[in-house]
């Protein structure tokens, strides 16, 4: 009896663990964790594979038709989520250098952004199998992710990519850009696992395209069109008065070696090259800069903030004439918290979407001028585009901040995506971080 006991109770004890084992099975089929983490991975991967140095976007086109089949809204906002991680990840040390160093205040709002991302691209998957609403999702999702607030605040449209792609076409390389993934996902409703067989051969396919084209990239010319130069420098932040009294001369012997050397006769210089403006430093600038610059018949193009009535200040690109007028552009979209500050009255950077940023650089040449943050959001260029004849891009920005260069890149590979769909020539004036001595 006892051993029939024993025998009992082991096999009791072995129901009971197989009982409980089958639990934990189920339960981790049920929540789907592993498949979570699976989807994390792949948008991790597009978003590293997309965004770098010297590389073209073109994995970021994947982005929308692999939320469309992740099966369900957990992993899409997975796919979402850990996609804005990726192609923001320089953003944690960028954001921290305009909040005294503090690390914790970069990250949390580069999680911010991506949780928004991961939320508003998510709804590229619907559970519906019917063609149009699946097309339909992806195409809203699209058309979220390019308008604010989620166009302020979230990186890496895949927009940009097709730049690269169908270079030139314009209006209809924009239409292709949200057609595309929405034909794939009406057709993934009537085929999916035709589709999805597809789709894990093209992925592999334009990662790799996107990853090693840093090898065959070849860098469009981005300094000088024609007689027209955009000047880069390592200025960083002007710690005071005395430091922007040196820029300034630095600008005036720039623009003497360039009348000189060479037939440039446009010179445009960084976002807030000579930071604040002040009326009482136009004396100066007219003395170092501007007398020279007209005797030499050369326009000169500066980056500065203009003091506003308000006690505000706006982000703007003056343009000095040889014949002694002037004309100025005026950012439309400035860092949010950062510099744009709308909850307070004084001393924030405006920003205003019907401000005027068409300037014209001499007879015939018109540029819309790109501010810094605004190269992240491609509404702005889209807007541009739509209303206002213009034949070049100046992408005026001042990334003083971005100790790693990949964030200067990534942001560089926006504002070049758009000009390319468009078939504009791009011409980039950046402020980068002081060298080290």
Not at 18 to 39: E, M, Q, Y
Request: aromatic share 10%; hydrophobic share 50%; with cysteine.
């Amino acid at each position: 009896m006892a051993t029939r006991d024993d025998g009992v109770s082991m096999t009791a004890a072995i129901h009971k663990a197989t009982a409980a084992l089958g639990g934990i099975t189920d339960f981790v089929a049920r929540s789907k964790v592993w498949s979570i983490l699976l989807a994390a991975m792949i948008g991790g991967a597009i978003g590293f594979g997309a965004w770098g140095e010297g590389r073209l976007p073109l994995l970021a086109v994947a982005l929308p038709p692999a939320i469309g089949i992740s099966g369900s809204r957990a992993r899409a906002f997975a796919i979402g989520l850990a996609y804005v991680l990726a192609t923001e990840r320089a953003g944690p040390a960028f954001i921290a250098e305009w909040f005294d160093g503090s690390f914790v205040v970069g990250a949390l709002l580069w999680f911010g952004s991506a949780v928004i991302g991961g939320v508003s691209w998510s709804l590229a998957w619907t559970p519906s199998n019917v063609p149009w609403r699946k097309a339909a999702a992806s195409a809203v999702a699209w058309l979220l992710a390019l308008l604010p607030p989620v166009a302020v605040l979230v990186m890496g449209h895949p927009i940009i990519a097709w730049g690269s792609i169908l270079q030139g076409t314009g209006w209809f390389g924009v239409a292709a850009s949200v057609a595309a993934p929405a034909t794939f996902m009406w057709h993934y409703a009537k085929a999916p696992w035709r589709l999805r067989t597809m789709a894990i051969v093209f992925v592999p396919v334009m990662g790799a395209a996107s990853v090693f084209s840093v090898y065959a990239y070849s860098p469009i010319e981005n300094r000088v069109v024609g007689d027209i130069a955009a000047v880069s420098t390592n200025w960083g932040a002007a710690k005071d008065e005395w430091e922007i009294l040196e820029r300034i001369e630095r600008i005036g012997k720039t623009n003497k070696r360039f009348a000189a050397d060479s037939d440039v006769r446009v010179v445009i210089y960084p976002e807030a090259a000579i930071q604040r403006y002040d009326p009482a430093l136009y004396q100066i600038l007219k003395m170092e800069i501007i007398d020279d610059a007209a005797r030499a018949g050369q326009t000169v193009v500066l980056g500065a903030d203009l003091p506003t009535k308000s006690g505000n200040l706006e982000s703007a690109a003056i343009a000095f004439y040889p014949d002694g007028k002037t004309a100025t552009a005026i950012a439309r979209q400035t860092v949010p918290i950062a510099l744009w500050r709308p909850w307070q009255a004084k001393n924030s950077v405006l920003t205003d979407w019907t401000a005027n940023n068409i300037l014209t650089l001499k007879d015939g040449v018109t540029a819309r001028v790109v501010f810094c943050y605004e190269e992240y959001i491609p509404i702005l260029s889209l807007m541009n585009e739509a209303r206002d004849a213009h034949n070049l891009v100046v992408a005026m920005a001042n990334t003083w901040a971005s100790k790693d260069p990949l964030g200067a890149a990534i942001q560089a590979q926006h504002s070049e995506g758009i000009a390319k769909l468009f078939g504009k020539r791009i011409l980039r004036a950046e402020n980068r971080p002081k060298k080290d001595k």
